[in-house]
DNA sequence: TACCCGTGGCT
DNA sequence: TAGCCAAGGGT
């Protein structure tokens, strides 16, 4: 049940009111026959999953300056990568985007698959992403939906059923919305709703496109929409971290296994964390315990950890990790969590 | 299916 | 301050 008029006054709004972003080509510019280049518009949107659009604006630029196409990326080193990575999270997503690189550059000839069911094959990019970039870069009528969109959809079908158990039905709400016309446009348009005008609180009805059509605006209900279910509560972990420094300067760092939390980033050896983490010092020395611990959040528990310093002479080996040469360590390229311990052990 | 996986800004 | 929230994907 397509709707083209609905469609149509989102794209009016979206022409007047369009986002003007790094990786975006504006309506007028598209409308003057600029394409928006492939590999800019899939890097953003990984960068761009879960994570807010300040966030990910400095990250990319650093990238595409650094990278600018996906060959040279895929042909960039796996650390390379990881550090420029550190700091906006789910790291995940930058092993993924250094394996889905390769892929194109080693398989597709560095041309990225131009079909959905092309771009679903590729590591780290789901049924949101392939929407997104079929849409945006290619014009295909996909479907995109992600968290402005599912919101969006719940309050003009006043859809009361939880997330994320009404995932299919507003996904269907969306299809049935998405029209044949510029759908490039409209994808970043129902997303640019949802973040500027269409927000989670608060929201700018007064200036919404769609407001006639809206149930909740109706009914009066925006606010509680969408319904979600109910969060379980963080646990917290205690953790211990071993900041070593040896008398020229270097610092015992370790690179954390591929697979699970902080995967493939560097940081400093330490124990396990958990309710009573037990002592795992990487190398012989005495050790002094810093009286402030570093706390930090993770998706699904608090961390608190307690940062342990020491001074080693040049001779002793670690059991553990690899010194880096103090002029090749930056902080900036740790994880947060990580970075919050350097910062502590640095002012005392 | 349910769980795992970061971060920083806002209220 | 503590919880909520953001352009999700992998397993």
């Not at 990910?56 to 390379?80: G, I």
């Not at 990019?125 to 919101?151: L, Q, S």
């Not at 993770?298 to 690899?322: I, N, Q, Y």
Request: glycine share 8%; with cysteine; charged share 25%.
């Amino acid at each position: 049940m397509r709707d083209p008029a609905r469609a149509a006054d989102l794209l009016d709004w979206y022409d007047r009111h369009a986002r003007d972003l790094p990786w975006r080509v504006g309506p007028r510019a598209r409308a003057a026959g600029i394409r928006p280049d492939p590999y800019r518009v899939w890097l953003s949107e990984i960068m761009l999953q879960q994570t807010t659009v300040p966030a990910v604006k400095p990250y990319f630029e650093a990238f595409t300056t650094r990278w600018p196409t996906v060959s040279d990326l895929a042909a960039a080193e796996d650390a390379d990568v990881m550090a420029a990575w550190a700091g906006l999270g789910y790291y995940a997503r930058a092993r993924n985007l250094l394996k889905c690189a390769r892929v194109v550059a080693a398989e597709h000839g560095g041309v990225f698959p131009q079909g959905l069911e092309g771009l679903l094959s590729l590591p780290g990019v789901g049924p949101y992403t392939a929407g997104a970039v079929a849409a945006i870069a290619f014009d295909i009528p996909a479907t995109v939906v992600d968290g402005n969109v599912e919101r969006v959809m719940a309050r003009l079908h006043a859809e009361h059923t939880p997330l994320p158990q009404a995932k299919p039905i507003l996904t269907e709400m969306a299809a049935a919305l998405t029209p044949q016309e510029r759908p490039g446009c409209y994808a970043q348009a129902v997303m640019d709703l949802g973040a500027t005008i269409c927000s989670p609180r608060n929201p700018a009805c007064g200036l919404c496109p769609w407001r006639s059509a809206c149930a909740a605006w109706e009914a009066g209900t925006m606010a509680e929409l969408p319904k979600k279910a109910p969060k379980k509560r963080k646990p917290t972990r205690l953790g211990i971290a071993y900041l070593v420094r040896r008398v020229d300067g270097a610092w015992l760092l370790e690179r954390r296994p591929d697979k699970g939390l902080l995967g493939g980033m560097l940081g400093w050896p330490g124990s396990e964390w958990g309710e009573a983490p037990e002592e795992a010092p990487p190398i012989a020395a005495e050790w002094k315990a810093l009286n402030t611990e570093a706390r930090h959040t993770f998706t699904h528990f608090h961390l608190r950890l307690t940062v342990k310093t020491a001074l080693v002479p040049m001779d002793r080996p670690p059991e553990r990790g690899e010194f880096v040469e103090a002029e090749d360590f930056d902080p900036k390229d740790l994880p947060t969590v990580m970075r919050k311990a350097y910062d502590l052990a640095r002012s005392g």
